[in-house]
């Protein structure tokens, strides 16, 4: 059969897409499949669809693009669909042009089934959507969510559709009491989520997780809370929480109030967001309400266990308390939370054992899984439809399915070395801090020796490093390079990697898949006779395979930064060939060399030392809207970095963040200042007027 999902915007990451691209790919396997985005917004959608999926959009909202509609004249008709707040708002708001391109999608469709994933689109598939094909809502957050107006709207519309799908048992109970005419018609099937392509948590990172929109549901307010008390007793864990949304300044203030922001980082939005699962040695739900719990599978799937709160709807549907995860009662507020967290914390072998009965757990949600239940689902409609209708022969039988159309795209086909390949890698940190590099073999020639090529960017000297890839067992879908430590010296920047077919000037850059970085979690300063370094590869923003390294003879690795009312404490650990003698730090502003000062190290051992920041100095010496002062260890004549290249994060910039400080200045008013880690990772200070400032 043809299956066609409509769908708001297919080029986010939000959650309903993600559950879209892997029930289209789950249905691939068998059926002809299609999305078709409302809304066009990028050039590429972020979380790509498997290659049998076709991506079809509706508007055309990209400002530079020839087809931009945004100015279309319906756009300044209201649209005659009930308003979804969600959705129905800024740019992206519902007008006449979306009641006229989605009438007359549903008008020409030749789909055998088409399912809507939201309100609105439930309302829109129920007044527009013809007789010859089944119709089906989806509803990816839960009945009570919505407001009053949109509840009544929306259960108005689906009582119109063949079926309506929730994601958790508890709010297909909650539809079925208040549609009591259209019970038999609302099901539940979960959301299907993958098994990612890396390697399963080592569980050791003491490192908790945390994923999804920073909205005030979420409750990363409470898991925060919770942490100051786990931070208390277990100062060697941290927290990470990844995401963006309108809470975030919030959470922000809250981490600064309560002195945690050198053990809670808020890292931000991460597509795929499988490799940070696996850097978790715990994964951390703390939600009021969850309408299945995507994040919950996903981090099951990298054998990491869940600490939840038991809130409606999915959580408690998807681990069984104590054996795969932990619930934790709503009512037992941080406390409870953080008891759930110490618990796993202290017993390594009780969270491997629930790793692994995670992993297990995961696998019942596998797109295929849960595309067989959809396909029991459009097939039993299917059989209704046509022993209700006169116009049977007009459907389509799931067997006529298995037939692409014409505009069906197939998966890529090996090329061969006569036309220009596009790789496509997947890159892992190695545990000695290297890497491994796993090419597609259907993106690479195969009739000659190809090399893996690093290449340091912006390098006069053009340096670069040259490894074969090694071509798999017969049965295996890619080649491999292994870049070790041991054996190559990677001067310090960014390397951009290529595939070079051998005895050719043939070179083509090489796109990042996946990016595993969880080994350089745990992993130890490497600190050879070529002196301090660190290698960390990375997805470029514009989704190329790159490495970050960092290569010199000693090196001042920040380990804490304590705000004070005037000054900030600076702990750091000397690497390399150093020692502590004569030792002072340095601060250079970047404007004028006059204005620089020096402060007194106080040594802690033998490799550590802590510094005094006083921001008074700096406040006196300031004399521009913005100034910036670098900071370096002085050993006598030497100068030594201080920054953080250690572990897994390329830039530091905007996940370790430290609380600015007010202070006032005789001219300028109103001083902003605070310590912060430049793009290069080095440990800086920044002095600003404080009117209108936002950041650094």
């Not at 060697?236 to 109030?257: C, F, K, N, S, V």
């Not at 299945?292 to 990491?304: D, L, N, P, S, W």
């Not at 402060?599 to 920041?613: C, I, K, N, S």
Request: net charge negative.
């Amino acid at each position: 059969m043809k299956v066609s999902f409509l769908i708001n915007n297919a080029y986010g990451i939000g959650g309903t897409i993600r559950s879209t691209a892997n029930l289209s790919a789950g249905l691939a396997e068998r059926h002809e499949v299609e999305v078709v985005s409302v809304h066009r917004v990028l050039d590429e959608p972020p979380l790509a669809l498997d290659p049998r999926v076709r991506l079809e959009s509706l508007i055309d909202m990209r400002p530079d693009s020839p087809t931009y509609e945004g100015e279309h004249e319906l756009t300044q008709q209201p649209n005659s669909m009930f308003p979804e707040s969600g959705v129905d708002f800024g740019r992206l708001r519902f007008t006449g042009l979306h009641d006229q391109r989605i009438a007359d999608y549903l008008a020409r469709t030749d789909a055998d089934v088409v399912v809507a994933t939201r309100p609105i689109l439930n309302g829109y598939l129920s007044r527009f959507g013809q007789s010859h094909y089944v119709r089906v809502g989806q509803e990816h957050l839960t009945l009570h969510s919505h407001s009053d107006q949109l509840r009544d709207d929306q259960n108005a519309a689906v009582v119109g559709l063949d079926a309506f799908v929730t994601v958790s048992e508890a709010d297909a109970a909650d539809y079925r009491a208040a549609l009591p005419g259209f019970a038999d018609r609302v099901v539940c099937v979960p959301n299907g989520v993958p098994a990612p392509a890396v390697e399963m948590s080592a569980l050791d990172s003491k490192t908790i997780i945390a994923a999804g929109r920073l909205v005030a549901v979420k409750r990363y307010d409470r898991l925060i809370d919770a942490f100051a008390k786990v931070a208390a007793e277990r100062p060697e864990w941290t927290l990470r929480i990844y995401g963006r949304g309108p809470m975030r300044a919030a959470l922000r203030e809250q981490i600064d109030a309560l002195g945690l922001y050198n053990r809670i980082f808020l890292m931000g939005p991460v597509s795929p967001i499988e490799t940070e699962w696996s850097k978790g040695a715990i994964a951390a739900v703390s939600s009021d309400s969850e309408s299945f719990g995507m994040t919950i599978v996903e981090a099951m799937h990298c054998g990491v266990p869940v600490v939840a709160t038991d809130c409606p709807h999915g959580p408690g549907e998807i681990i069984t308390h104590g054996q795969d995860g932990l619930l934790v009662p709503l009512d037992g507020g941080p406390d409870a939370y953080s008891q759930a967290l110490l618990r796993l914390i202290a017993d390594s072998d009780l969270r491997r054992r629930m790793g692994t009965a995670a992993q297990a757990k995961a696998a019942t949600y596998a797109p295929a899984v849960i595309a067989a239940r959809y396909e029991e689902l459009f097939e039993r409609l299917q059989r209704e439809r046509r022993s209700r209708s006169s116009l049977a022969t007009r459907l389509r039988t799931s067997l006529r399915a298995l037939v692409p159309s014409s505009g069906r795209k197939d998966k890529p086909q090996p090329v061969d070395a006569e036309r220009p390949p596009v790789p496509r890698g997947h890159a892992a940190a190695t545990p000695d801090g290297g890497f491994v590099v796993r090419i597609d073999l259907d993106t690479i020639p195969r009739t000659k020796p190809v090399d893996f090529v690093a290449r340091l960017r912006r390098d006069p000297e053009r340096r670069q490093i040259r490894v074969p890839l090694e071509f798999a067992a017969t049965g295996e879908q890619h080649a491999t390079a292994l870049v070790e430590r041991a054996a190559h010296q990677l001067p310090e920047g960014r390397w951009d990697c290529y595939v070079r077919v051998r005895g050719t000037k043939e070179r083509h850059r090489v796109t990042a898949e996946l990016v595993e970085q969880a080994r350089l979690i745990p992993l130890a300063p490497v600190v050879g006779t070529d002196g301090v370094s660190s290698w960390i590869p990375y997805a470029t923003s514009d989704g190329f395979l790159a490495v970050r390294t960092w290569l010199r003879p000693a090196h001042g690795e920040v380990e804490s930064v304590v705000i004070g009312e005037n000054e900030a404490t600076v702990a750091v650990r000397l690497l390399g060939d150093a020692r502590l003698a004569d030792a002072t730090v340095r601060a250079v502003p970047r404007e004028d060399t006059a204005h620089d000062f020096e402060v007194p190290v106080r040594v802690l051992g033998d490799d550590r030392f802590e510094f005094v920041l006083p921001y008074r100095e700096a406040l006196e010496r300031r004399g521009a809207e913005h100034d910036l002062w670098d900071l370096r260890l002085q050993l006598g004549d030497r100068t030594v970095p201080v920054g953080r290249i250690m572990g897994d994060l390329v830039e530091r910039k905007k996940t370790d963040a430290f609380p600015p400080v007010l202070l006032d200045h005789a001219e300028r008013g109103a001083t902003r200042i605070k310590p912060f880690f430049t793009i290069s990772n080095h440990l800086a200070l920044s002095v600003r007027d404080a009117a209108g400032d936002t950041d650094v």
